[in-house]
């Protein structure tokens, strides 16, 4: 089912059906700052184990996944202070940061190395479905293994539709997925660069 959402100021009553859907286990897409993701809330184990079926992904590599702000991050996450301050002046933003795991984290999202990928998109319509839900959402690109990420909304709702419970539309997306860094040990390392700018990390 597609779900129009208002990009900018998303209506909370609709927010509220999404959250519903979540905590029923179910996976949606939704709109970040960079692309589509499907996600879940990351405590319900079959709705993990759907995405990875829906994305055809080994296990053995998991997802990241979204919270609302970098007081949430220090939940799931160890963050030192050179993290902290980093993250503060690049998020909300285009940018995955990889930290080492909180033992709040499931282990289904948990690499062997014990560290996660965290997000903070600039995007209303995310930001308030974490909030909403109370944790944070995986997330993953809307698209299945080797193929092209999906941009269109309409085209995930006719593309995966079927496999997912929601589709919620924000708008057409024209991006390209974000730029992971991680952080372990205050020893920035670019692992995937993307639509957010590495610049800055040269300058120091």
């Known amino acids: 089912m597609l779900m129009p959402i208002n990009a900018e100021t998303p209506q909370l009553r609709l927010v509220r059906r999404v959250v519903e859907t979540l905590t029923r286990g179910g996976v949606i897409a939704y709109p970040t700052d960079t692309i589509y993701g499907i996600g879940c809330d990351i405590f319900n184990k079959k709705g993990v184990r759907k995405i990875y079926q829906i994305k055809q992904r080994d296990a053995r590599k998991p997802f990241s996944f979204i919270c609302s702000d970098l007081s949430e991050v220090a939940n799931y996450a160890r963050v030192s202070n050179f993290a902290f301050k980093l993250m503060k002046r690049h998020l909300p933003g285009p940018y995955t940061f990889v930290l080492e795991a909180s033992r709040v984290v499931p ?64 708008g057409i997306l024209n991006s390209q997925p974000s730029t992971v860094i991680s952080l372990v040990n205050d020893q920035p390392e670019v692992l995937r660069l993307g639509c957010g700018p590495v610049d800055w990390l040269e300058q120091g």
């Not at 299945?144 to 941009?151: K, M, N």
């Open 107 to 170: 282990d289904l999202l948990v690499t062997r190395q014990k560290t996660v990928g965290i997000r903070i998109p600039d995007n209303p319509i995310a930001t308030a479905i974490v909030r909403e839900l109370g944790h944070p959402l995986v997330t993953t690109s809307a698209n299945l293994a080797g193929d092209e990420i999906i941009q269109d909304p309409a085209d995930i709702e006719e593309s995966l539709g079927k496999k997912l419970d929601l589709v919620v539309d924000g």
